[in-house]
């Protein structure tokens, strides 16, 4: 009996285990396999505070937390500079590195020996020395875990994290702060980790060295896989599988040793065979949104709220942009004024700068030269995410849509000023969170509505046609909120009858106010959507003037036809 | 200063094998893109597998190393066809193969631990010459891991440049969509490096075999050294790798100059840390993208 109960407190080890990994992997992409490491710092902190120190529970347990969310923060920073296979091996050596520490700094941890007698926890009288008396606290430990990463990632920041996951410029280019939504979510994992790591010095009285090497690291990523990346409930089941299927091995009579080595082979092949005949795991991702606002959509409010309308008339200017890369100017001197109500196009044959100059005016790339002003507000040098927080935003030629997210989810993430991005109001202030996301639901519905999207609101992005792709490019920059909407191609690869439904959204926008800038290939767009347009070539500015003007110009047109 | 002498000739010799370990898997990256972290196991099997030629077929040493370095080989060769083929094929993302490969590393080091047991396996009544140079000394085993490195990466070079497969595994590295379009069979390709790569691993196994025995975990530490040796010479270059590695053994030998001994590994790891951050395109910006 004690034997199973054993079993049932190891699943609730892992399941605070697996979901926060599952935060980590599954809902930000950040596939940083050092998770054992976080693991053991909540393990060690509360065996050195409790043994040495003689710190009563629940000290070490805080501490603990607090000290590994602290690591989380600092694993983080690599995060922020290399992605995929390098953000992988990066944290493997992390772990590696703890690894030696703890082995070799025998004074604070005991070296190879580890540290025994951690004191078992003492609950309204209770010692919990059987794992039958640890189960219910370890349980009730495991559900409050549970509610702690299923809360963030059912909230706009969750939100956030999943379109960060998708692509990381097109969040940034619709007001995230990456930086801050990395760091939160490594100190969100590795603090939960922690918590596991506390319960289990308490509950095994000993810590040592080797419960928290690589292999741990992977057998807890096994379960993050088996159950679905992105999918919590997933997470929970795949530790229950994990932690009892090789627990059968024990039927079998084997020594220890091999038993152990038999067991680590059935992660290993469970992980191959699940990427391979089921890569989403057994379930797949969860559906998020439907849970905040009920089963049924909301009604769109109606489309004279100001996420559509324009509001205070600025003009963003660019005086004297410079760009090079390695000796190629990309962009020479450049001079443009984007007036408010008015639709400037911006064209130039392939590698002219159109796109450099984009990226300059949104703060993707810091210009070596000039300055970029929204009204009498200079924005150069800003981060990304804040031009588009002080109204400038850009979309992307190759679209860059968050694939796996709805489409109601791709534009919600973009609209503006969302307490729920930050995670003291989604556990601090959860009924303005929840209010706020009410009416964000109708806004985006609205602009969904507005774009003639309304209906595809609870497809996949990635099941859309291509018309219906650049549709949601528009909504997505309009849901901003911005004043002044940089559209690099909208347009591009449509056919006739689409460009003519097209046609009168960008015209609203820009009789409402919006200020509006498109790079276009296409003169005949040009000469039905702009009043001004700029002619760019090898990076500099050729000739201002209306469509008619430049298109009449000989010499323009022999090198735009070049 | 003797003792700088020969920590200097211990991290060459030493950076000879981590070069050897860099380029057979800097060869499997750069022209596939897979992170093929099973190179460890595989490693290790090869040393396993010489162990068995010499010890229990009684071949003699010359003939159990080609018989590690075929194990090798066809090995690389299995992982590909049955484990990153599938993946390629369904254009899965990169980090799928990863952690794939994290999976089949498992599986692999798990099963040689049960097949040959936990303790290490030595090559008994080895006979190797001892070498006084000046105030350093080396054995014979030393000698044969720079040679080695010398002769098979001369080899691999003249492989790669003077024969139609040797560049078509340079135009893949370069460019595996061109490749693919001005019709190189990149299956073809792919099977070739794993076989070569995996075999090159062949040879600093059975030489470690001999040094210091070959044990189930010997892989892990193995493949981090190739790794790191590729990403300090930069992703694409034969000759970066090799001053990757080489670079990599010194700064480990001089490092226990005032480091204590088992804190040698968590430099190596510490170094990967530093150069992934600061220069992921290699120190060398040798890096093919």
Known sequence: ?562 | MDLLAQLLVNGLINGSNYALLGVGFGLIFATTRIVHFAYGPIYTAAAYATWFAAMVLGLPVVLAVPFGMAAAALLGVASYLYLYRPFELRQSPPLVSLIASLGLFIVLENLIGIIFGAGSRVIDGLQYDVYLVGPTFFTSINLAQVVGLLLLTALLGLFLRRTSYGKAILAMTDNPEMARIIGIDTRRVSLLVFAIGSALSGLPAALILMKDGATPHMGFIAVFMAFIAVVVGGIGSIRGAIVGGIALGLVESIGLWQIPTEWQNAISFIVLFLVVLLRPRGLFGMAGR
């Open chain 1, 1 to 562: 009996m004690d034997y199973l109960l054993h079993i049932l407190v190891l699943v609730s080890l892992y399941i605070v285990l697996a979901t926060s990994f599952n935060l980590l992997i599954g809902f930000a992409g950040l596939f940083a396999l050092s998770h054992a490491a976080f693991y053991a710092f909540g393990a060690y902190v509360t065996a050195i505070l409790s043994v040495k120190l003689g710190l009563p529970f629940p000290v070490p347990l805080i501490a603990g937390v607090l000290f590994t969310a602290f690591i989380g923060i600092l694993v983080a920073l690599p995060a922020l500079r290399v992605a995929g296979d390098y953000l992988v091996i990066v944290t493997l050596a992390l772990q590696v590195i703890v690894l030696a520490v703890i082995n070799n700094w025998k004074d604070l941890t005991g070296g190879t020996d580890g540290i025994r007698g951690v004191p078992n926890l003492h609950l309204f009288g209770y010692v919990l020395d059987t794992p039958g008396k640890f189960l219910p606290v370890s349980a009730l430990v495991a559900a409050g875990c549970f509610w702690v990463a299923w809360r963030l990632a059912g909230s706009p920041f969750g939100r956030a994290l999943r379109a960060m996951r998708e692509n990381e410029s097109a969040a940034q280019a619709v007001g995230k702060d990456l930086l801050y939504m990395k760091v939160t979510v490594f100190a969100f994992a590795a603090g939960l980790a922690a918590v596991a790591g506390s319960l289990f010095a308490h509950y095994l009285t000993y810590v040592g060295a080797d419960s928290f090497t690589i292999e741990e690291t992977i057998y807890v990523l096994a379960m993050v896989i088996l159950g679905g990346t992105g999918n919590l409930w997933g997470s929970v089941i795949g530790a229950a599988i994990l932690v009892i299927l090789p627990e059968l091995l024990k039927f079998i009579d084997l020594p220890t040793d091999i038993a152990d080595k038999s067991r680590l082979i059935i992660y290993g092949l469970m992980l191959i065979v699940i990427l391979r005949f089921r890569p989403q795991g057994l379930f797949g991702e969860m559906a998020t949104t439907a849970r905040v606002g009920g089963s049924i959509l909301p009604a769109a409010a109606s489309i004279e709220e100001p996420v559509i309308a324009g509001r205070s008339g600025t003009t963003l200017t660019g005086k004297g942009l410079h760009k090079t890369f390695g000796g190629i100017v990309a962009v020479a001197d450049l001079n443009i004024e984007l007036k408010p109500g008015v639709i400037t196009g911006l064209i130039g044959p392939n590698g002219a700068g159109k796109t450099t100059a984009f990226n300059l005016l949104t703060g993707f790339l810091e210009p070596d030269a000039g300055s970029v002003a929204f009204g009498s507000r200079p924005i150069t040098g800003l981060k990304a995410h804040r031009i588009v927080g002080a109204g400038v935003a850009r979309s992307f030629q190759d679209l860059r849509l968050f694939t796996k997210m709805t489409v109601l989810e791709n534009v919600l993430v973009a609209l503006p000023d969302q307490a729920g991005d930050g995670v003291f109001a989604v556990f601090l202030r959860p009924f303005l969170v929840r209010r706020e996301e009410r009416q964000n639901l109708g806004r985006a519905m609205a602009v969904l509505d507005f774009v003639k999207l309304g209906d595809k609101a609870t497809a996949n992005a990635e099941d859309l046609s291509y018309a219906e792709e650049k549709l949601l490019v528009i909504a997505r920059l309009l849901a901003t909120g911005a004043e002044v909407l940089l559209f690099d191609e909208p347009l591009s690869g449509l056919d006739p009858t689409t460009l003519q439904d097209i046609f009168p959204i960008i015209h609203r926008l820009a009789e409402s106010g919006k200020t509006v800038c498109i790079i276009e290939h296409n003169l005949d767009v040009i000469k039905e959507l702009c009043k001004v347009v700029y002619f760019l070539d090898e990076g500099r500015i050729l000739a201002i003037g209306t469509p008619e003007q430049l298109v009449a110009d000989p010499a323009l047109a022999a090198r735009y036809f070049k």
